[in-house]
């Protein structure tokens, strides 16, 4: 029984640490739009979910490194930019600014659920005399 009810928190957990993770890449990303010569890069969230959950095929598509499921990092990949610049830098800010706001709502809505989770856990924990 026990298992079960850490296993939604598990995953979300995870989830919540890979949008982390992606938050740091998109505004390190961002931070570098005007550095000469940097390749914007991110990273396939869904794969990176798959490995750290430990689903079949994660490791060969969304890690590198790491040990058991959850300990490894995404594997970030090259943007490919959508427009040629003289300095060969390939943030597009566009895109950028997109993703780190899609990202953040996710992020939010992830922490909702996990809060959610929690709380219908307490409560399902409780007597009927406690509420």
Same mark, same amino acid.
């Given at each position: 029984?026990?298992?079960?009810?850490?296993?939604?928190?598990?995953?979300?957990?995870?989830?919540?640490?890979?949008?982390?993770?992606?938050?740091?890449?998109?505004?390190?990303?961002?931070? $570098?739009? %005007?550095?000469?010569?940097?390749?914007?890069?991110?990273?396939?969230? +869904?794969? &990176?979910?798959? =490995?750290?959950?430990? /689903?079949?095929?994660?490791?060969?598509?969304?890690?590198?490194?790491?040990?058991?499921?959850?300990?490894?990092?995404?594997?970030?990949?090259?943007?490919?930019?959508?427009?040629? $610049?003289? %300095?060969?830098?390939?943030?597009?800010?566009?895109?950028?600014?997109? +993703?780190? &706001?899609?990202? =953040?709502?996710?992020? /939010?809505?992830?922490?909702?659920?996990?809060?959610?989770?929690?709380?219908?856990?307490?409560?399902?924990?409780?007597?009927?005399?406690?509420?």
């Amino acid at each position: 029984m026990v298992p079960r009810l850490t296993e939604s928190l598990d995953f979300h957990s995870r989830a919540l640490e890979l949008r982390a993770e992606r938050q740091r890449v998109i505004a390190s990303n961002i931070a $570098n739009a %005007d550095t000469p010569g940097y390749q914007a890069r991110d990273f396939d969230f +869904a794969a &990176a979910l798959r =490995a750290a959950t430990g /689903e079949a095929g994660g490791i060969a598509q969304g890690v590198a490194g790491g040990g058991g499921a959850g300990t490894a990092q995404p594997l970030l990949r090259y943007a490919v930019p959508s427009q040629t $610049n003289l %300095d060969s830098n390939s943030v597009d800010m566009d895109r950028e600014r997109a +993703a780190f &706001a899609e990202n =953040a709502v996710k992020y /939010e809505s992830t922490l909702r659920f996990i809060n959610a989770n929690v709380r219908t856990t307490l409560d399902a924990m409780k007597s009927h005399h406690q509420a």
